[in-house]
């Protein structure tokens, strides 16, 4: 226990420090103080507790991190998604850069700081009231540490004809930034937007980004998120959405880089006939480790989700993913598919893969499915009979089955740029000496609902 | 252009192969016959490289090259082809995507130049007028959905983009209907050249009434026990594979 606490006392100092240097109004002071004292309180998980069984976030725990300079100037080509039509505005270390982003036309979107600032009450209103700080001890730590971020409104009726996109970079030895987006979308309105996390330099840093996001009634969300920290970093990311009656959010992640991924999407359908379509690609090669939970809570009747994730996942790498579907007592008619498919390309690789369905109405339709496979050895043999070399002919069935979720983004022109860093990351997935239509026992779990 | 020497071959410890000699020389077509069992899926297989089969001995020309130190990839670059028994289904991948990357890898090794979309496509639409292959199905996954009639003639649809030297046909007329054997014939007989050779393996005579055949072989129990022409496949359509177990006694 006394090592805990050593372990959270260069959190409490970086806490005193920007209680001392920060403004803020004073709601916000307390709720930072508040946040201290539950990740206090909790502390960082352990493999004890039932939502990190499969991933120790010990490096995290261990490491010292200090604040991030916000200041310093990226280098060229760190933007993972350069070139994109969109209205961007960019982060570094956690703090918005104006001189980086693109003036936006129309949007209410900007620093988070300014708007706190500033005494904006869309943010007093809606900040910390949906990722809730007392049971996730990452997100508590993001609170207490809350400084700036993305402050976004969508008026009601607006439809925004270019995605909306927030590159959060990051960089620095043993430094960390707690980005923050507050993502209100007013009744009626439709827009795309993207929040990429990217870093450069060879430091190790700690990335611990919390997402909120409103979807007004009626109105229509393509949120994508797309994960490329440097090699060797950590990212602790939570992403809570709460959709109002007859909206429709389409949420997709794409997880390709760092050491620990850690992702915790959730969406509360609070409003008749809202519909939630969770999407995910995870890969990982080398040691890394990727672990996505989410949860859909269908909270009023007449709402429908569909959750597809894929994994591809090779050399020692392992993945986790938790699907949880809880169906309010009320929640009638809910119509909810589930789908966990995960590709092994190595003996070493794994995965745990666990739905958890807790239904307490009776009128649902509730479907769930996990697989892990390796690659098809007959389809490989096919290719390669046609002419195809054996690395080619894996690298078509891996883009193939990431191909399952891929195709389901609707914004081609972010959609290839994701296929790109997937062809980028297969040397690194798959070792090149391994024989083709090598057929392994790779180890894998596949939890039984409970 | 194809030699085949003292073949034998295992699956796991059970020797199926157990010496195959096979002149196949460029124009000819040859038809291996033999009841179930008797190793010609096998011998298709080790031709094609399939890891499955481990060869104990023999060897493998192609083109006076050693085929068994090639892999299935470079077997196809250099002009080898089969025809799959049962084409595999692959999610996911379209049949246009897989097809053109197969004949600019072949293209390539040829030292000719790759073929861009249009030309390729080009290509495709004079070949699927004379195979009758739906264009429909050259969008879709590769084989899948296909009913057997539409893989087999995919097959075939294949080896007319790809033009290889030498094509092995693994039961490529089992389960079709006749207007599927027809048109599978039909594009085999329209392939068929002074440069290329071919080899049928087929369990029944049905094939050889559309494709004729300049040799006749039948394998029993991992043998070519009977060599002959077109005339000895309708002697085996009288007497049936019964008969074999006594000529192997005699012999």
Request: charged fraction near 25%; hydrophobic fraction near 40%.
């Amino acid at each position: 226990m006394i090592e805990l606490k050593e372990e959270l006392q260069s959190y409490a100092s970086c806490f005193d420090r920007l209680q001392q240097r920060a403004g803020g109004p004073a709601w916000l002071r307390q709720l930072r103080v508040a946040a201290m004292a539950r990740f206090t309180e909790l502390g960082f998980p352990t493999r004890r507790q039932e939502e990190w069984k499969y991933t120790s976030v010990a490096p995290v725990a261990k490491g010292a991190f200090a604040f991030g300079d916000g200041l310093i100037q990226p280098p060229e080509g760190v933007d993972p998604l350069a070139g994109l039509d969109c209205h961007r505005l960019a982060f570094v270390n956690g703090r918005f850069r104006a001189d980086l982003s693109s003036v936006l036309d129309g949007v209410e979107a900007g620093s988070l700081s300014a708007a706190l600032n500033t005494g904006n009450e869309l943010v007093e209103n809606h900040l910390a009231r949906y990722a809730s700080y007392q049971n996730h001890p990452f997100v508590a730590l993001n609170t207490a540490l809350l400084e700036d971020g993305a402050a976004v409104r969508i008026p009601a009726g607006t439809i925004l004809e270019k995605p909306l996109y927030l590159l959060w970079l990051s960089s620095g030895e043993q430094t960390m930034s707690h980005p923050r987006s507050l993502i209100v979308v007013g009744a009626g309105s439709q827009v795309s937007i993207i929040e990429a996390y990217a870093g450069f330099g060879e430091g190790v840093y700690f990335t611990n980004p919390v997402s909120e996001i409103v979807v007004g009634e009626n109105s229509i969300v393509e949120y994508y998120k797309v994960q490329r920290e440097r090699p060797g970093c950590y990212h602790v990311a939570t992403i809570q959405s709460e959709q109002q009656r007859g909206s429709t959010l389409h949420s997709h992640s794409a997880s390709f880089g760092a050491a620990l991924v850690r992702n915790d999407i959730n969406s509360v359908l609070d409003g008749e006939g809202a519909e939630c379509v969770l999407d995910g690609l995870y890969t990982g090669g080398g040691a890394q480790h990727i672990d996505n939970h989410t949860t859909l809570d269908h909270a009023q009747p007449h709402c429908s989700t569909r959750e597809y994730y894929h994994g591809i996942l090779g050399g020692r790498a392992s993945g986790v993913f938790s699907g949880r579907i809880i169906v309010r007592k009320d929640a009638q008619k809910t119509d909810a598919i589930q789908s966990n498919k995960n590709l092994l390309l190595s003996e070493e690789a794994s995965i745990n893969s666990k739905p958890q369905l807790e239904i307490y109405a009776d009128d649902v339709r509730c479907t769930h499915g996990a697989t892990v496979g390796q690659l098809d050895a007959d389809a490989l043999f096919y290719l390669r009979s046609r002419g195809i070399r054996a690395e080619e002919a894996r690298n078509m069935l891996i883009a193939a089955f990431a191909g399952g979720v891929l195709d389901r983004i609707r914004m081609g022109a972010l959609r290839e740029r994701l296929e790109e860093m997937l062809r980028q990351d297969l040397q690194s997935l798959l070792p090149v000496q391994q024989a083709a239509g090598h057929a392994s026992a790779a180890r894998s779990r596949l939890h039984e609902v409970p | 252009m194809l030699s085949i020497r003292n073949l034998h071959a295992n699956v796991g410890d059970k020797e199926i192969l157990k010496g195959i000699d096979l002149e196949v020389k460029a124009g000819q077509v040859h038809a291996v016959m033999g009841p179930n069992g008797s190793g010609k899926s096998t011998l298709a297989g080790v031709l094609a490289g399939r890891e499955l089969f481990e060869v104990t001995a023999g060897e493998v020309l192609f083109e006076g090259k050693n085929l068994l130190e090639m892999k299935p990839e470079e077997r196809a670059r250099l002009g080898l082809f089969m025809a799959f028994q049962y084409p595999v289904e692959i999610p996911g991948v379209s049949n246009m995507y897989f097809l053109r990357a197969a004949l600019n890898a072949i293209r390539k090794e040829r030292g000719e130049e790759e073929l861009d979309a249009v030309d390729f496509m080009q290509l495709v639409q004079e070949k699927t007028r004379v195979l009758e292959v739906g264009e429909n199905l050259l969008s879709r996954p590769v084989n899948v959905g296909f009913s057997g009639g539409e893989k087999k003639r995919n097959e075939i649809f294949q080896m007319a983009v790809l033009e290889p030297r030498l094509a092995i046909l693994d039961e490529t007329d089992s389960g079709l209907d006749i207007d599927a054997l027809k048109a599978v014939a039909a594009g085999v007989n329209a392939m068929r050249s002074p440069e290329r050779a071919m080899v049928l393996v087929t369990h029944y005579q049905r094939l050889l009434n559309y494709i004729v055949p300049d040799f006749v072989h039948v394998m029993y129990d991992g043998r070519i026990i009977r060599s002959g022409g077109k005339e000895l496949a309708l002697e085996l359509e009288e007497t049936g594979y019964a008969g074999l177990e006594e000529t192997v006694a005699a012999q």
